[in-house]
């Protein structure tokens, strides 16, 4: 059990007692060291540690003079996500929803009018490969005769703490009227374009976005906060992606 659930229930056991024995000043003490509890109980996002896990990836033989591609192109897209974990570890909690895969489809399809792009076909994730294994994505793309790969890798961090409002939370009824409970989404997102005949990367763009809600402990859902991160990040980086295309000249032009 996290420490943090722990010490709310020790808490609430201790203002049961003492609120029958009608202590108020002992009340007083539960309740100000909880405020001083609350104030630490946060873990930051480990921008160095996310960037290492984007940069870190396994690509062979690349190629020492590679060629120029041309525009437009055909490309396999694939998006993938990991979520750092409090420990610093990272795991397969959050995944893009089929929401930002329409997001990532209305950009491409533009890019497609724009004439950016000839085509572009989805790699669908097994779930057996990690998104650093750029090796194996590249075969796979390969396999369908495609100019370059595109990839949306992120890492996202999610924090849930209680702030001093949450003291009310022990009314019960302040558990649904106050907001006490809050929860950080952090997102970090590489976009990087590979020429799968020379393996080499010849496009990045980076995008980070955070998303802050406070509400009532009861009716609060993280879902809110990470749905939310990923939108916007999303789209900071497929805008930046699609202007970088625009500074590509289109074939015939």
């Known amino acids: 059990m996290p420490k943090l659930q722990i010490l709310i229930i020790l808490v609430v056991l201790a203002g049961l007692h003492v609120i029958l024995e009608g202590d108020m000043k002992n009340i007083s003490i539960i309740l100000a060291l909880l405020l001083i509890y609350l104030s630490g109980c946060t873990t930051g996002f480990n921008r160095e540690a996310a960037e290492r896990r984007l940069a870190d990836v396994n690509l062979d033989r690349v190629s020492s003079s590679p060629n120029t591609l041309k525009i437009p192109l055909k490309v396999a897209v694939y998006a993938d996500m990991e979520t750092m974990t409090r420990s610093g570890q990272f795991e397969d909690r959050w995944i893009w929803s089929t929401g930002d895969m329409q997001l990532i489809a209305s950009y491409l399809d533009n890019l497609v009018e724009l004439k950016y792009l000839s085509e572009y076909f989805i790699i669908p994730d097994d779930n057996q490969h990690s998104m650093q294994d750029i090796n194996y994505l ?33 009314t019960i009824i302040g558990a649904c009227l106050f907001p006490g409970s809050n929860r950080d989404a952090t997102l970090l997102v590489y976009m990087n374009l590979w020429n799968v005949k020379d393996n080499d990367c010849i496009l990045t763009v980076k995008g980070e976005g955070e998303k802050k809600i406070s509400e009532p402990t009861f009716l609060i859902d993280t ?19 699609k202007k970088r295309c625009r500074e590509i000249k289109p074939a015939g032009k």
């Open 223 to 241: 879902q809110d906060a990470v749905d939310a991160v990923k939108y916007d990040t999303l789209r900071q980086v497929l805008s930046e992606f």
């Open 138 to 170: 590249i075969g796979e793309a390969k396999k369908h005769d495609v100019d370059a790969l595109l990839t949306l890798r992120g890492v996202i961090k999610v924090n849930k703490y209680l702030n001093p409002a949450a003291i009310l939370d022990l």
